[in-house]
């Protein structure tokens, strides 16, 4: 299963540089790292990401993150992806835009 992190552009480029990362700062102040199904990815860039530009969806498959990945209650006790530790470049899977038009995130039709 595929699961979903959303970066500016300063972020994913961090990631890049150095090859892992704690995650944005909502990630290091709650001590885990955010991902999103693809079920729930659209309400999360609404909602904590609304009207921002220059976004990057990351995928990375769920199954390589061992058990530092926890299912935890969040919006409306649904389970969300919480990653407890830091994620590593080699992880992810794709990188992709996320642009902005008319003021909604378009999102890759591939979503799974």
Same mark, same amino acid.
């Given at each position: 299963?595929?699961?979903?992190?959303?970066?500016?552009?300063?972020?994913?480029?961090?990631?890049? /540089?150095?090859?892992?990362?704690?995650?944005?700062?909502?990630?290091?102040?709650?001590?885990?790292?955010?991902?999103?199904?693809? /079920?729930?990815?659209?309400?999360?860039?609404?909602?904590?990401?609304?009207?921002? +530009?220059?976004?990057?969806?990351?995928?990375?498959?769920? /199954?390589?993150?061992?058990?530092?990945?926890?299912?935890?209650?969040?919006?409306?006790?649904?389970?969300?992806?919480?990653?407890?530790?830091?994620?590593?470049?080699?992880?992810?899977?794709?990188?992709?835009?996320?642009?902005?038009? +008319?003021?909604?995130?378009?999102?890759? /039709?591939?979503?799974?």
């Amino acid at each position: 299963m595929l699961i979903y992190k959303i970066f500016r552009a300063p972020e994913w480029a961090a990631l890049q /540089e150095a090859g892992e990362t704690a995650g944005a700062p909502v990630d290091l102040a709650d001590g885990f790292i955010h991902f999103s199904t693809a /079920e729930q990815v659209a309400e999360t860039a609404a909602k904590h990401f609304a009207g921002e +530009d220059g976004l990057v969806l990351l995928a990375v498959d769920a /199954e390589t993150l061992g058990e530092a990945l926890r299912w935890e209650p969040s919006r409306g006790g649904a389970l969300f992806p919480h990653l407890y530790r830091r994620l590593r470049l080699a992880e992810v899977l794709w990188a992709k835009p996320l642009p902005l038009v +008319d003021g909604i995130h378009r999102f890759p /039709e591939d979503l799974q």
